[in-house]
């Protein structure tokens, strides 16, 4: 009979056991359904953020064919370089940077307005590419060439009789004014305009996303909380009622704590909370210096490369075959004394877009200063230079355009090319001598380094 007591407080220990085993499966469950769905964010994140890069990939393929394509067709028609036609056709036929970006995009985006601006965007790429072809046969038929002399892929584009009826010098003026007036433009700023939206779109999705996986961890966190909470009111009952029931258990876990039994188990979850905690934290922190160092590169206000990006770019293109350009805005002090400094940060944006619009994506457009643009053109020799005159008169015409609002804006430019007589050992300083010479002349245009002055 004295063994009854003993048989009793071990049939409540029991049970105590069964439901200290059925809190603890199903606080157990309940921390890897949190952690389930905490994973399930982050695998949709990364999902999100792959089709975000490739779609980013996509959309600069197709926007530099379609400026590669023009600017080759350019060179054709300016410098009529046979191999300049050649690398045109080659784009079109075997590289096909566009048409293999949209596949791409139809593939992962298919159906979306994503797809569909890329999609658009080829459409007039290809209408401009039309254009681009008649204009090159002009400038064959303008350089004289006959037979098969004219690239094959010319050959079977047909002139009209009106342009056929045009003398050499005539064909050579309309195939330049194809590709450089304002129709040409307008094509090239639309494509810009779609590959922009789809960018723009890109960029809202991942927002999205991001939001989504914030709001899932918020109540993964919050209900892990109420987990541990429980957890923490169920061990104090058991706590309790060991107490209550026996010594020894209670002093084993006394002894458990007092070693961190328990305090491991639960730092291994917290230890794989920090994990993830802290991947997120470090994919932040390397999106922040990425951040960082596109600031340390560009002007905030023009968004172009700043003048410590413009040297360093100029150190690791020494010797090589470019062209230098200094430009400086005429009369800006003018436009803040009359306008205010706002019209004059204005002014400076406008100069910083049309300049950029101009040049290539491989070219280095940097504000050195103030209202001092410098433009290093890469992989450019003297023999360009009529394309860098077309150019320059192009930039000076949207500049006078004030259907913006602005002022008319003109400027003073020196160029320098690597080839260029009677150099010094720096091509910026040979510019800005040409710039000087620019000045000299009343400004609003623009001199080469070596010209008679």
């Given at each position: 009979?004295?063994?009854?007591?003993?048989?009793?407080?071990?049939?409540?220990?029991?049970?105590?056991?069964?439901?200290?085993?059925?809190?603890?499966?199903?606080?157990?469950?309940?921390?890897?359904?949190?952690?389930?769905?905490?994973?399930?964010?982050?695998?949709?994140?990364?999902?999100?953020?792959?089709?975000?890069?490739?779609?980013?990939?996509?959309?600069?393929?197709m926007?530099?064919?379609?400026?590669?394509?023009?600017?080759?067709?350019?060179?054709?028609?300016?410098?009529?370089?046979?191999?300049?036609?050649?690398?045109?056709?080659h784009?079109?036929?075997?590289?096909?940077?566009?048409?293999?970006?949209?596949?791409?995009?139809?593939?992962?985006?298919?159906?979306?307005?994503?797809?569909?601006?890329?999609?658009?965007?080829?459409?007039?790429?290809?209408?401009?590419?039309?254009?681009?072809?008649?204009?090159?046969?002009?400038?064959?038929?303008?350089?004289?060439?006959?037979?098969?002399?004219?690239?094959?892929?010319?050959?079977?584009?047909?002139?009209?009789?009106?342009?056929?009826?045009?003398?050499?010098?005539?064909?050579?003026?309309?195939?330049?004014?194809?590709?450089?007036?304002?129709?040409?433009?307008?094509?090239?700023?639309?494509?810009?305009?779609?590959?922009?939206?789809?960018?723009?779109?890109?960029?809202?999705?991942?927002?999205?996303?991001?939001?989504?996986?914030?709001?899932?961890?918020?109540?993964?966190?919050?209900?892990?909380?109420?987990?541990?909470?429980?957890?923490?009111?169920?061990?104090?009952?058991?706590?309790?009622?060991?107490?209550?029931?026996?010594?020894?258990p209670?002093?084993?876990?006394?002894?458990?704590?007092?070693?961190?039994?328990y305090?491991?188990?639960?730092?291994?979850y917290?230890?794989?909370?920090?994990?993830?905690?802290?991947?997120?934290?470090?994919?932040?922190?390397?999106?922040?210096?990425?951040?960082?160092?596109?600031?340390?590169?560009?002007?905030a206000?023009?968004?172009?490369?700043?003048?410590?990006?413009?040297?360093?770019?100029?150190?690791?293109?020494?010797?090589?075959?470019?062209?230098?350009?200094?430009?400086?805005?005429?009369?800006?002090?003018?436009?803040?004394?009359?306008?205010?400094h706002v019209?004059?940060?204005?002014?400076?944006?406008?100069?910083?877009?049309?300049?950029?619009?101009?040049?290539?994506?491989?070219?280095?457009?940097?504000?050195?200063?103030?209202?001092?643009?410098?433009?290093?053109?890469?992989?450019?020799?003297?023999?360009?230079?009529?394309?860098?005159?077309?150019?320059?008169?192009?930039?000076?015409?949207?500049?006078?355009?004030?259907?913006?609002?602005?002022p008319?804006?003109?400027?003073?430019?020196?160029?320098?090319?690597?080839?260029?007589?009677?150099?010094?050992?720096?091509?910026?300083?040979?510019?800005?001598?040409?710039?000087?010479?620019?000045?000299?002349?009343?400004?609003?245009?623009?001199?080469?380094?070596?010209?008679?002055?």
């Amino acid at each position: 009979m004295e063994k009854q007591p003993g048989n009793q407080g071990g049939i409540r220990l029991k049970l105590l056991n069964r439901i200290m085993i059925s809190v603890t499966v199903a606080l157990a469950v309940a921390l890897a359904l949190i952690a389930y769905s905490a994973i399930r964010g982050f695998n949709r994140l990364e999902e999100a953020t792959d089709r975000y890069l490739l779609a980013r990939m996509n959309i600069a393929d197709m926007q530099g064919g379609s400026d590669y394509l023009t600017d080759r067709v350019r060179t054709y028609i300016v410098t009529g370089d046979e191999k300049s036609a050649d690398d045109f056709f080659h784009e079109i036929e075997v590289t096909r940077r566009r048409d293999l970006a949209i596949e791409s995009m139809e593939s992962l985006l298919s159906g979306t307005d994503t797809a569909r601006y890329l999609v658009e965007a080829l459409q007039k790429s290809n209408a401009l590419a039309d254009i681009e072809r008649y204009a090159m046969r002009l400038a064959a038929e303008g350089n004289g060439l006959t037979g098969d002399e004219i690239p094959k892929q010319l050959q079977t584009v047909s002139l009209t009789e009106a342009d056929l009826a045009l003398s050499k010098d005539e064909m050579l003026d309309k195939a330049r004014e194809m590709v450089f007036d304002e129709t040409y433009q307008t094509y090239k700023q639309s494509i810009r305009d779609d590959t922009a939206r789809c960018e723009d779109i890109l960029i809202g999705e991942m927002e999205a996303s991001h939001e989504e996986t914030a709001r899932r961890l918020e109540t993964a966190l919050i209900l892990q909380s109420i987990v541990i909470t429980v957890v923490a009111i169920a061990v104090g009952l058991f706590v309790f009622c060991y107490a209550r029931l026996v010594i020894q258990p209670i002093q084993a876990m006394v002894t458990a704590i007092s070693e961190d039994a328990y305090a491991e188990e639960h730092g291994a979850y917290e230890l794989r909370f920090v994990s993830r905690a802290y991947n997120e934290a470090l994919k932040e922190s390397m999106q922040n210096q990425e951040q960082l160092a596109y600031k340390a590169s560009h002007d905030a206000l023009t968004d172009l490369y700043n003048r410590g990006a413009f040297e360093k770019a100029k150190e690791k293109t020494k010797g090589r075959a470019q062209a230098m350009f200094i430009v400086d805005v005429d009369r800006f002090k003018m436009f803040n004394d009359e306008y205010g400094h706002v019209m004059g940060d204005l002014v400076l944006q406008k100069v910083a877009r049309t300049l950029k619009n101009h040049f290539r994506e491989e070219d280095y457009v940097c504000r050195y200063g103030g209202d001092e643009f410098t433009v290093l053109m890469v992989h450019a020799t003297s023999e360009i230079r009529p394309m860098v005159e077309t150019k320059l008169e192009s930039i000076r015409d949207a500049l006078l355009d004030t259907t913006d609002g602005l002022p008319p804006i003109t400027l003073s430019i020196g160029v320098a090319f690597s080839d260029r007589p009677d150099p010094t050992d720096d091509i910026l300083k040979d510019a800005d001598t040409a710039l000087y010479v620019t000045k000299e002349r009343g400004k609003d245009g623009y001199s080469f380094y070596g010209d008679p002055k």
